[in-house]
């Protein structure tokens, strides 16, 4: 079996690059007809540990790379370099590694996985969605949760969050599908500069080719997502499953099983029906802003 080297550009991030990994080792084991137990006893560990390694849910040496490839069969020299080079790049830092002070380590998953994301879809009923805040709407939403917190450790909290954003202003950006409800647009985190500002920042982020916005209105009444907030992650690979990715306060679900796939793509679809048609937004922004935020 051949298998087709993956290339590892600047945005694809660690977390992605071990999912591919993993994905193509599972394919070359299965090929060679070689079981989990046997690949884990070849680099003197467990099935168990084969099992995490092939869902890129742990970091990989080359030398148990190696020695799997061995295994399996695979001589070709460009070949096994092709995944060598790869087990390397998916051991590297992302650029979020800076700022670990501040970064739990259930978040650092996630914007692995934004980072190599072709297609974000995301519901938000509490506050604007992280990629599109503004830095002063960012901080406000920060001091929420962090109100102890010195002041250098909130900016830094919001560089973070900004240097997130710039995923949208790659070449190759990621398509981004928000939907927001109305309730979070009426909040007023931050007072009334910091919402005019940030509703003013929604409507130019309306008009992005890359960017879908959509508002759940009021009198849509109760809808398919009542449960709350949620992000679904797609990726341009076809080995790499859709993620549903759910935050907690302290904590984070990461889903990929199938039926929870549908599940939560089955509300996503239905959220988008109940919502305003995106090109409604900019009209429906602006008049929240000029009821609840006037100049």
Sequence with gaps: MTTVPVEGGPTSGPTVLRMLLGAQLRRLREAAGVSRESAGWEIRSSESKISRMELGR??????????LLTLYGVTAPDERAALLTLARDANSPGWWHRYGDVLPGWFQSY????????????YEVQFVPGLLQTPAYARAVILLGHRGAPPAEVERRVSLRMERQELLRRSDPPQLWAVVDEAALRRPVGGREVMRGQLDALIEASGAPHVRLQIVPFDAGGHAAAGGAFSILRFGDQDLPDIVYIEQLTSAVYLDRRDDLDHYAGAMDRLCGEAAPPERTPELLARIRDELYPA
């Design 58 to 67: 742990v970091g990989f040496k080359e030398r148990d790379v190696a020695d």
């Design 111 to 122: 914007l692995g996985l934004e980072a190599a994301a072709a297609l974000i879809r995301t």
